[in-house]
């Protein structure tokens, strides 16, 4: 099968497209035909030498996927209501940007009805991710206001939906005029230009001094200081990547007086088990959204799996509102 490659540690022109053998998929997995990858910040670390593959996963980069079942474990694909043939879309702990992929039964999904294949591929990264930390973690309940850094990021903007479309008021930051407003119109109730407002000065004027109740953070470092600034009492900041810094200095005195939580998550090393349970929610509680179209992927471009490596250059361009996708 075709494969794209790491050939070394270094700038997106070491992507290159090789040839793997075909997996074989093992108990409690089962072999999809990817028809398109979803592209992820974490390739983009994983390329560069900074996030590597759990021990026993492929080294190929990739975390969701979409296509057929081709083959698998009969007696869990029963179990969770699949078959072969079936379309699914699947979040993998790496071996995404291939031409076949195993991925767990337990962290596959039926793709929504109406949805492309690529329009499938983008889901499962983001979809997993802002349920496990927004909703499980950071337990944002209607009503409450969710501040979300980097509203126009492929995380950002299914924040913004899964937070809206479940009742929560939702603030967004964004780094330009034009991506504030991308995220008006995806569903955001406000947003705040970072580069010519202050995120905190806004977010209590906006909330009338309250605070948000939730903040996720892709960005660590010395934003967390100003979060703890801007949450309301008992507000939670979940940190999921630290593209601003590892190192945090923040107001304890803030913390012990209005009973924050700071936490964070990775999800990559995290068991199926762990996996499966959030496959489970989405299952319930977002796929009949994304069914009806209350909430809908945000596909920014697509490219053939040979210029994956052009694809990791806009990535980090940040140029993007949404996600990126190659196709097979």
């Given at each position: 099968m075709r494969a794209v490659e790491i050939t070394s540690f270094g700038p997106p022109d070491v992507l290159r497209l090789g040839e793997r053998p075909v997996p074989v998929a093992g108990a409690g997995e089962l072999l999809i035909r990817v028809a398109a990858s979803g592209i992820n910040r974490p390739d983009v670390l994983q390329r560069k030498g900074g996030y590597a593959p759990p021990p026993g996963t492929s080294d190929l980069p990739g975390l969701e996927v979409a296509g057929v079942v081709e083959s698998g474990?009969?007696?869990?694909?029963?179990?969770?209501?699949?078959?072969?043939?079936?379309?699914?879309?699947a979040l993998v702990a790496?071996?995404?940007?291939?031409?076949?992929?195993?991925?767990?039964?337990?962290?596959?999904?039926?793709?929504?009805?109406?949805?492309?294949?690529?329009?499938?591929?983008?889901?499962?990264?983001?979809?997993?991710?802002?349920?496990?930390n927004v909703f499980d973690r950071g337990r944002l309940q209607r009503g409450e206001t969710l501040l979300v850094q980097g509203g126009s990021s492929g995380i950002g903007v299914t924040a913004i939906q899964l937070g809206r479309a479940l009742g929560?008021?939702?603030?967004?930051?964004?780094?330009?005029?034009?991506?504030?407003?991308?995220?008006?119109?995806?569903?955001?109730?406000?947003?705040?230009?970072?580069?010519?407002?202050?995120?905190?000065?806004?977010?209590?004027?906006?909330?009338?001094?309250?605070?948000?109740?939730?903040?996720?953070?892709?960005?660590?470092?010395?934003?967390?200081a100003r979060e703890v600034e801007c949450l309301?009492?008992?507000?939670?900041?979940?940190?999921?990547?630290?593209?601003?810094?590892l190192q945090s200095e923040f107001n304890a005195g803030l913390v012990m007086r209005r009973r924050l939580t700071i936490t964070g998550s990775t999800l990559r090393p995290r068991p199926v088990e762990f996996k499966g349970a959030i496959a489970r929610s989405l299952r319930e509680h977002v796929w009949p959204l994304l069914a009806a179209g209350a909430v809908r992927p945000v596909i920014y471009s697509t490219f053939p799996a040979a210029q994956a490596g052009d694809a990791h250059a806009l990535m980090e361009s940040s140029q993007h509102i949404g996600k990126i996708v190659l196709t097979w």
């Open positions: 474990d009969a007696a869990a694909m029963a179990q969770a209501g699949l078959r072969v043939g079936d379309r699914v879309c790496g071996g995404g940007y291939a031409e076949w992929c195993v991925a767990p039964v337990a962290q596959c999904l039926p793709v929504p009805a109406g949805l492309s294949d690529v329009e499938a591929a983008s889901l499962p990264e983001t979809f997993f991710t802002v349920w496990s929560a008021t939702v603030i967004v930051t964004a780094g330009s005029d034009e991506k504030c407003a991308a995220c008006l119109a995806l569903g955001a109730h406000h947003a705040i230009n970072y580069k010519t407002q202050d995120f905190v000065a806004e977010v209590q004027r906006i909330t009338g001094g309250k605070g948000a109740d939730v903040v996720l953070d892709m960005v660590a470092g010395s934003y967390v309301a009492e008992d507000g939670r900041v979940v940190i999921i990547a630290v593209q601003g810094g």
